[in-house]
């Protein structure tokens, strides 16, 4: 059984009052008093998060989490400790810890850090890193290969549900980083307020609360990867911080008096034009030019048509496996639908929507119905005339731009692609945007 939060701590009062600071966020919480009776409760479940106190009686919490790791290696971690320093720190991220807390810590803390590596979907299933057939992303690919070899910064641009940070996962992987950190911050999900002390750390007294020092994730990741999903959302007064951290490689804690010095490759995500950003001023171009040293786009789902089937099989595979139905099958006019549907949500819309429907399909197959799919949702049709699949999409560009009277971002939305892919499109096929409108 999949169950939410697993707390681990010999200290009963503190085990209860953490139990009741996340029962508050309406999470299934199980807890336990010793390592021991945690690896006895992963026999019977498995857990989403686990937070665990590192200084524990007969089996610490280091222990608990390489155990943890081998057992369910997406479950995350995070440690609880009084005693904690850089190094240690940095010890328990390498052994694949989520994040760590410092005593003495509030409610609002633990939940705000719990919330953070909460994960939206989970399965019993370990997927393989990347799955694809087509040509495109088999381009991708070869370009992450070629960017894990070099140390420059990467930035992987594409629609949500695209697999931007499985892409980045893969570049750390692959690299002589791959034994170090890798520590992934999402910037759109920790307040503004907060963001800068958890990517550069604080000191003692720093601010009110601020009760210890903690380091930022920048020295966490030491020697590693740190990967920064969703840097568009980065207020600008961080994204001057970041600048110099780029161009120093040192960070300056809050409320510190020294630098410290800090070896990292960095990894940006957006699902935003940071071009139409910087236009905008709402992104620093010099910024833009340190972390754009090797762009990668990963192309939406509906531009790779021969992979919707590959992963429809794959994700029936992982599911009616894990749902003990392993006869089941799906039906030829379910998968022309699959392939029909426009896929807004991307691969994690089509891994969401099999998933629900191994679950909901009451026969020995998969059926239109059992999907559930947005009937309102556009769908990819062919028109009754036989073309090229390039004239096809040239001439779907000129009745968008014309019908938008030139307006690129209308026409992307009409064509449901990104404003950059439009753009791209338009200089492949050599359009003449002021031609295109005369005539």
């Known amino acids: 059984m999949i ?33 021991a009776e945690a690896l006895e409760l992963f026999e019977k479940n498995i857990y989403k998060v686990v937070v665990s106190d590192v200084r524990m009686e007969k089996m610490s919490g280091k222990e608990l989490l390489k155990k943890i790791k081998k057992l369910s290696p997406k479950t995350s971690v995070i440690l609880v400790t009084a005693y904690g320093t850089v190094q240690d720190a940095v010890e328990v991220m390498k ?36 799955i694809f057939k087509s040509k495109s992303m088999e381009k991708v690919l070869k370009l992450a290969e070629k960017a894990a070899m070099v140390n420059a910064p990467v930035l992987i641009q594409g629609e949500s549900g695209t697999g931007k940070e499985m892409l980045a996962r893969y570049i ?27 990517l550069f750390g604080y000191e003692k007294g720093a601010f009110t609360g601020a009760t210890s020092s903690k380091p930022g994730k920048f020295e966490l990741a030491d020697g590693g990867t740190i990967v920064l999903d969703e840097i568009g959302e980065l207020h600008s007064s961080l994204q001057s911080k970041l600048l110099r951290v780029l161009q120093e490689g040192e960070v300056d804690r809050l409320g510190g008096v020294k630098t410290i010095p800090v070896d990292v490759r960095l990894i940006s995500i957006t ?18 030019f340190r972390i754009n040293v090797i762009p990668i786009e990963i192309p939406p789902l509906r531009e790779r ?3 919707i089937e590959y992963l429809t099989t794959y994700f029936l595979n992982v599911y009616r496996e894990e749902n003990g139905k392993k006869e089941l099958k799906i039906s030829a006019k379910t998968l022309k639908l699959l392939k029909e549907y426009s896929w807004p949500g991307n691969v994690r819309e089509l891994q969401n929507i099999i998933q629900r429907a191994v679950i909901f399909a009451g026969g020995k197959e998969i059926n239109p119905e059992d999907l559930f799919l947005d009937k309102n949702r556009k769908k990819i049709k062919l028109s009754d005339e036989l073309v090229r699949l390039d004239e096809m999409e040239r001439r779907m560009i000129i009745m968008a731009l014309k019908k938008t009277l030139g307006n690129r971002k209308k026409a992307a939305e009409i064509l449901g692609i990104s404003e950059r892919t439009l753009r791209n499109k ?14």
């Open 172 to 198: 750390h992987k692959n690299s002589s980083r791959k034994d170090k950190p890798y520590i992934a911050v999402n910037c759109a999900a920790i307040p503004e307020n907060l963001l800068e002390s958890e």
């Open 271 to 288: 699902n935003k034009d940071l071009n139409e950003l910087v236009s905008e001023g709402k992104f620093r171009e010099d910024l833009f």
């Open 3 to 35: 169950k939410d939060i697993l707390i681990v701590d010999d200290e009963v009062s503190m085990a209860k009052a953490m139990g009741e600071a996340l029962k508050r966020m309406k999470y299934d919480i199980d807890i336990v008093h010793s390592a």
């Open 426 to 439: 338009v200089k492949e096929y050599e359009l003449n945007i002021e031609e295109i409108l005369r005539s």
């Open 305 to 307: 048509p021969e992979d």
């Open 95 to 130: 052994e694949g810890a989520s994040d760590y807390i410092l005593k003495p810590f509030s409610a609002e803390q633990l939940q705000n850090t719990v919330r953070r590596y909460f994960p939206s979907d989970f399965s019993l299933q370990k997927f393989r890193e990347i």
